[in-house]
């Protein structure tokens, strides 16, 4: 269990330094609004261009990522049904509390969960292709379209590549990746150093946004659990059960599962940021399922290893 120890570290002392931060006020007033902009605008961009430039739609043609993504979509169609039917929330917050109990954090958690537990990077780059190219262009579209911005939906959709930062940095990367482009490494390296702050600043902006915390009303305490039993049990549950149904068995089913037991993903909260005037769920989903998935992710290595 060290990867995932090692994968937790990070996490826990970077947002620890970034609610420091706040509450001295090194950086002053501002500081959490610039430096979420600078993690959606430019950091965030780097990191997705990058590591999908190396990788491969074939990379997704097997069938443990297929009962990944099946498990995704199901939790992320439950998600939108009970933010709806439930808790009655905008079209706009059920898309994004959807993507709060389905969107995994693949990145800098999924890579040392990957290499520490499954000894195989692999699975883990079908899945940071898979979110950012397909999950989060829907989510985005449905944000975009549910608060009504910029017309018709048709042209919502069209639009959203070019508008959206994360998204035309995932489709260059991949493109790249498929045509065999060769980027300079005089062009590269200034990216990959861009990159290189994107989760640290993310995970900064987040701890930061930890000093004006309060605790949550009754209501969303129990929106908040939902989420999070969302993303750590029923994820995983689905996901096994879709590995069943595929005949899928030894390391993938256990990759499969794995991955869909990570919390979720800091980019969640990022896009609530950018999106929504009260981001305070998305960050508390990403906070308690990254807390919680420490025993979760170790119950799963432990059952199907």
Known sequence: MGGVLGGFAPIWVLTAVGFAAARTDVLGDRAET?????????????VLFTTLLGGSPADLANRGVLAFVISTFVVGLVGYAVQWRVFRRSPPDRALGAMAGCYANAGNLGIPVAVGVLGDSSFVVAVLLFQPVVVMPVVLAAVEVGSGRRGSALRTLALLPVRNPLILASLLGLVCGLLGVRVPELVLEPV????????????????????????????????????????????????????????????????????????TAQNVYVLARRYRSDPRFQRDAVLVSTVLSMATLSVVVLLLR
């Open 34 to 46: 610039v430096l979420g902009r600078f993690a959606f605008y430019l950091a965030m961009p780097a």
């Open 192 to 263: 990959r150093a861009l990159g290189a702050a994107g989760v640290p600043t993310a995970l900064v902006v987040l701890g930061m946004s930890l000093d004006a915390a309060r605790a949550p009303e009754p209501g969303v305490r129990a929106e908040l659990a939902t989420a999070v039993a969302l993303k750590l049990l029923l994820h995983p549950l689905v996901a096994f059960l879709a590995c069943l149904a595929l005949d899928v068995t030894g390391p993938p089913r256990l990759a499969a599962v794995v991955c869909a037991a990570l919390p």
